[in-house]
Nanobody, 121 residues
Framework: QVQLVESGGGLVQPGGSLTLSCAAS????????MGWYRQALGQERELVAA???????IYADSVKGRFTISRDNAKNTVYLQMKSLKPEDTATYYC???????????????WGQGTQVIVSS
């Protein structure tokens, strides 16, 4: 079984910073792309940023220049550094990873439980 556990959410003032972490654990053979999604109240879940195993990154236009995604392959962990946070960044943030478990013939997408980020004064 593969699990993704997020941490680092919380309440922050506009203009502030937060760093989210997501660690994958379990019977992992390999991890392909990892990413962060968010879902605001009443909105659809959207991609925030993603990173391949080789380090190629993509970002939503709304976070470019403010958020940075990175990963530590040795720790099976992905990070999302968020700066200059705005109230519109308020959402539940979900970690996603495309993982091939040791018992599987192919990779599957796994999701974390979500961590809430609230940007408010």
């Amino acid at each position: 079984q593969v699990q993704l556990v997020e941490s680092g959410g919380g309440l922050v003032q506009p203009g502030g910073s937060l760093t989210l972490s997501c660690a994958a654990s379990g019977s992992i053979f390999s991890i392909n792309a990892m990413g962060w999604y968010r879902q605001a109240l009443g909105q659809e879940r959207e991609l925030v940023a993603a990173i391949t195993s080789g380090g190629t990154t993509i970002y939503a236009d709304s976070v470019k220049g403010r958020f940075t995604i990175s990963r530590d392959n040795a720790k099976n962990t992905v990070y999302l550094q968020m700066k200059s946070l705005k109230p519109e960044d308020t959402a539940t943030y979900y970690c996603q990873a495309n993982v091939r478990a040791s018992w599987a013939l192919r990779a599957y997408d796994y999701w974390g439980q979500g961590t809430q980020v609230i940007v408010s004064s």
